[in-house]
């Protein structure tokens, strides 16, 4: 069986890493690579039938968990695994409680990520240290991701943009339609998070950042 992993992150060393590693370490699979939030969705929205994605949480667009959120929404049969340079416990938990299949450290030797990888096409989690209580979220927090997954992906193409600085004009150039298009979405998006302008959608897409304070138990809590 021929598996198709997409590999989300800005950095080529990197992808040319893991690529190198997948494709010596795995059978029969097929690497597809992107280096941003918005590259990944066009490659999802012209094939979704990758069977895995690996997300880097620091590119552009990955406003911290937003993205895996999105991803989780949108696309829930293909499963997600982080990796990333970030090993705090609380981070990892916090990205299983978000919807991650699994979570990689970057420092991770080549079987681990082996491994780490097989055992979610196998339709399992994989984390590098026991996670408990994954299911505990703030109430407010859990609002938020919620929100957040409710938008369309035009919806949240346009909200990372939002949070780029980009201007209506601008955001309507780069993605190619009018600027009353993007007037209408910035309309639907205040909606559905409950804010008023601009600044307050970007302020509650931070609401999901990797350093946004919350609690979840983990086995060095014990």
Known sequence: MNYRILVADDHPLFRAAIKQIMTMQLKDVVIDETDSVSGLQSKLEDNQDADLILLDLHMPG??????????????????????????????????????AAGFIPKSAEPTTIKTAI??????????????TNINERSQYEQEMAEKLASLTPSQFKVLVMMNEGLLNKQIAYDLEVSEATIKAHATAIFQKLGVRNRTQAVIALHELDIEHPAHVETNQDK
Request: zero cysteines; proline letters at 10%; hydrophobic letters at 50%.
């Open 62 to 99: 990955a406003q911290g968990f937003s993205a895996l959120v999105f991803l989780r929404n949108h696309y829930p049969d293909i499963p997600v695994v982080v990796i990333s340079a970030q090993e705090d416990p609380v981070v990892i938990a916090r990205a299983m409680q978000f919807g």
């Open 118 to 131: 097989e055992t979610v096409l196998d339709g399992d989690l994989w984390s590098p240290e026991p996670v």
